[in-house]
């Protein structure tokens, strides 16, 4: 009687979590984009999506050319991050440069498995970046993003800037999750940058519906039921 108890209180759970999707859907479907999502559009960035779309290309030139794409979505997302003044001396006696410098602690934390693959990129562009993790699979049976594990920084709601890392974005339920996972461990909401590299229109609209302060970083739009492949190709399994 227990076990049924629980199955049936857990397929209601998954039954209201359906349904509340489905209505972010549709109010979300006549809401421009937000001015929060900062979508890359540039020849060189148009130009590796190109180069990893191509069957052809084997494994070891798309990692080089995605490790690109990671570098420049991580660079874009560290933009709206806080900086300070910073004066330092240089080589040349007697001279200092006025520049700036980040603003507090910046962390990062990977979706898994798929936001690993932008791990290179964040550490060629935040070498000592303290990343976090997130396993959150999809129940097949439900569709309901389900969490499963994390590690986060002690101190990650003291710190300035947290990345939220996932390649590839389409309902946007594990988004969500993952978005609500770090505001229940007192990250603010202003302070989450979420990068990926593609993501759905409704997906991203319903995201921003729900999270409107939170900023993200995306390279393509597409559609909003494409498979995940681009770990898949990354890793070669």
Not at 16 to 39: C, F, T, W, Y
Request: charge should be neutral.
């Amino acid at each position: 009687m227990i076990s049924d108890r629980v199955h049936k209180t857990l397929d209601q759970k998954s039954s209201l979590h359906q349904a509340e999707l489905r209505r972010l859907g549709k109010v979300s479907e006549d809401v421009p984009m937000s001015s929060n999502v900062i979508i890359l559009d540039s020849n060189q960035v148009r130009g590796i999506n190109t180069t990893l779309m191509e069957p052809g290309l084997d494994r070891e030139d798309f990692v080089f050319y995605f490790d690109r794409l990671a570098v420049i979505l991580i660079e874009k997302a560290t933009e709206p991050l806080l900086y300070k003044s910073s004066v330092v001396q240089t080589p040349l006696n007697g001279h200092s440069y006025n520049g700036l410098s980040l603003d507090g602690d910046i962390s990062a934390v990977v979706i898994l498995r798929g936001g690993s693959i932008l791990e290179t990129g964040l550490k060629r562009v935040i070498p000592d970046c303290s990343t976090g993790r997130m396993l959150i699979q999809t129940n097949f049976r439900t569709g309901e993003p389900e969490l499963h594990y994390y590690k986060l920084s002690p101190s990650i709601s003291s710190h300035s800037g947290v990345l939220l890392l996932d390649p590839q974005m389409s309902s946007g339920g594990a988004a969500l999750m993952a978005v609500k996972v770090l505001l229940d461990h007192g990250v603010k909401e202003d302070k989450i940058v979420f990068v990926t590299c593609t993501a759905g229109t409704q997906g991203l609209r319903r995201l921003m519906s729900v999270f409107p302060n939170i900023k993200v970083v995306v390279c393509r739009i597409v559609d909003d039921m494409e498979k995940r492949w681009l770990e898949n190709r990354y890793l070669g399994c």
